[in-house]
């Protein structure tokens, strides 16, 4: 059974920081990408960063230079670490991987991030 388990969510007052964490179970981890996603109230889920398994980055402009995604391959984790957060950091925050074999994704169940200003 594959699970992906988000963590780290929490309150935090605009230019803050928190830490994500995303652990993976049931698939071969060090293969796959791994996302980032959010959504806020009212909006559609939206890509926020990216990490392939040979590292390579790619992040949403928004967050571009304040939010760094990584991975620890023996740990199956990945983690979302956000800095100089803002109001519209808002959202919730859920990590996807996808299904090699059917081309379908993987979610996690979602983790709140609330930023005060």
């Known amino acids: 059974q594959v699970q992906l388990v988000e963590s780290g969510g929490g309150w935090v007052q605009a230019g803050g920081s928190l830490r994500l964490s995303c652990t993976v179970s049931?698939?071969?981890?060090?293969?796959?990408?791994m996302n980032w996603y959010r959504q806020a109230p009212g909006k559609q889920r939206e890509l926020v960063a990216s990490?392939?398994?040979?590292?390579?980055?790619n992040y949403a402009d928004s967050v571009n230079g304040r939010f760094t995604i990584s991975r620890d391959n023996a740990r199956n984790a990945v983690y979302l670490q956000m800095n100089s957060l803002k109001p519209e950091d808002t959202a919730v925050y859920y990590c996807?991987?996808?299904?090699?074999?059917?081309?379908?994704?993987?979610w996690g169940q979602g983790t709140q991030v609330t930023v005060s200003s």
């Open positions: 049931g698939i071969n981890f060090s293969i796959r990408t």
């Open positions: 990490i392939s398994s040979r590292n390579s980055t």
């Open positions: 996807k991987t996808r299904n090699l074999a059917t081309g379908g994704d993987y």
